[in-house]
């Protein structure tokens, strides 16, 4: 099985080429991506209600095969939950998928629920921020939408802060402030995806969560 097109959640189309790397390992579009000429609007209610919630799921054994990683990380979990002005994302992957050294992890997020502002992707959603997981590295990054770096084909994200990270069994948990990411009703949608760096900005993405015939989860 060939790999799945590797831009679709960055560029909002999809590309035969590789994505750089932002920072510390945020997946970002150097590729032309599509993107608004307006700052990310702001969501019309300011306070975070806790029983805000996502749990979405993806099939086992939908991940491509590639000679240079022995076992793919086949993601079959995410769930999100909004509580003390902070975004819970626990990331799960199928038993025997998750390498600690080597899996990554790119999550986008439309906070303020407006496809026409962030950087558009193929499915609908306009992503504002993101975060990038690295446990092998320690590392869970915030980034922040770059649409006129975007439309001049430089890096469509940049390093704005980080976040909390728990590593799992099969999986990681992060703790994200809402704050951070522009996010304070607490309301957003959001994507994921698992890649693996197989050499210096060359990553590999292996699955889409939801998948990229779907549309993005929710958290309402």
């Known amino acids: 099985m060939g790999h799945k097109e590797i831009m679709v959640r960055v560029c909002g189309a999809v590309k035969r080429t590789l994505p750089r790397i932002c920072g510390a390992a945020a997946i970002v579009g150097a590729c032309g991506c599509g993107s ?24 086992i054994g939908d991940t491509p ?20 002005g902070n975004l819970t994302l626990v990331v799960s992957f199928a038993p025997g998928t998750f390498n600690r050294q080597t ?17 558009r992707q193929q499915d609908g959603l306009g992503a504002d921020f993101g975060l990038d997981l690295f446990p ?13 770096g975007c439309a001049a084909r430089q890096s469509c994200f940049v390093n704005v802060g980080s976040a909390s990270m728990t590593i799992l069994t099969d999986g990681m948990q992060a703790v994200v402030p809402l704050g951070a990411i522009g996010a304070a009703s607490g309301r957003l949608g959001f994507v994921v995806n698992s890649y693996v760096l197989v050499a210096p900005l060359t990553p590999v993405v292996f699955d889409y969560l939801p998948d990229i015939t779907l549309a993005p989860a929710r958290v309402q």
């Not at 095969?65 to 003390?84: F, H, K, M, N, Q």
């Open 65 to 84: 095969s590639d000679a240079r990683v022995p076992v793919a990380p086949d993601l079959v979990r995410a769930t999100a939950a909004v509580d003390g």
């Open 103 to 119: 899996t990554r992890v790119a999550v986008l997020f439309d906070t303020d629920q407006n496809p026409a502002t962030g950087i």
């Open 36 to 59: 608004s000429t307006t700052r990310p609007s702001t969501p019309t209610s300011t306070s975070a209600p806790s029983a805000l919630r996502a749990d979405v799921t993806d099939p």
């Open 136 to 148: 092998g590295g320690g590392l869970a990054t915030i980034t922040r939408a770059d649409e006129a």
